[in-house]
């Protein structure tokens, strides 16, 4: 079982809303990452934080906004969807981004569809 | 962009038989890892292979890595139904910046 929990596991939004999804996790790691999957395709990066910073924004739209309150939180604030937006959003931690061999645990992620 | 290509794209076998699926990576890397997605699930970290080591095992799991070809290969013995999911190879450089390859699709078959 993951010990990375994500919330909601469905999310249905219209593209005026905004909506957060929310991920924690206990396992004392200091990295935290927001990938986003499109049906058949690989995971892709969005955001990564370390010590509660964000140090990666892989150029992703300002309608997504990440926050990381703690260090066992990470939310990503959703605002003036798009359809095309609709996707499973993956909430990942590991130790520490630094050095290689980290692993990275994932969460059972959020299906999101915005209508 | 995806650092990985994987191959093949889907794969179908019986149950007992064994399974293979390669990873080819573009860059140097530190390190790579292996993973498995149930459908419309998260993904499960199987194994992890460093950029100094040749082969590794877990359980009827093993995994190989051929920098010099910028190569990794899984192979899955003695395959069960409940192996029937994606299989994606993902690699990192200096951080943990994962890149995750394509995909294999795999079907074992009762």
């Known amino acids: 079982d993951t010990e990375v929990t994500q919330t909601p596991k469905h999310l249905v939004m219209g593209m005026t809303n905004k909506k957060s999804l929310k991920c924690e996790q206990h396992m004392g790691h200091r990295a935290m990452y927001w990938y986003k999957q499109k049906a058949k395709k690989p995971p892709e990066l969005m955001f990564v934080?370390?010590?509660?910073?964000?140090?990666i924004n892989e150029s992703v739209p300002s309608r997504f906004s990440p926050e990381c309150p703690n260090s066992s939180l990470l939310n990503l604030h959703l605002h003036a969807l798009q359809p095309e937006d609709s996707a499973l959003y993956l909430c990942a931690s590991s130790q520490d981004v630094q050095g290689s061999g980290n692993t990275i645990y994932f969460g059972e992620g959020s299906w999101l569809t915005v209508v | 962009s995806q650092q990985g290509e994987e191959d093949p794209q889907a794969l179908s076998i019986q149950e007992g038989e064994n399974a293979t699926m390669n990873c080819s990576y573009k860059t140097s890397i530190n390190n790579l890892q292996w993973y498995r997605q149930n459908s419309g699930r998260g993904l499960v970290h199987l194994i992890l292979i460093r950029s100094n080591e040749r082969e590794k095992h877990s359980g009827r799991l093993r995994v190989t890595l051929d920098t010099s070809k910028k190569s990794s290969s899984l192979l899955i013995t003695a395959s069960r139904a409940a192996d029937t999911a994606s299989y994606f190879c993902a690699t990192s450089r200096n951080t943990d910046k994962l890149i995750f390859g394509t995909g294999t699709r795999l079907q074992v078959f009762p």
């Open positions: 934080y370390s010590y509660e910073k964000l140090s």
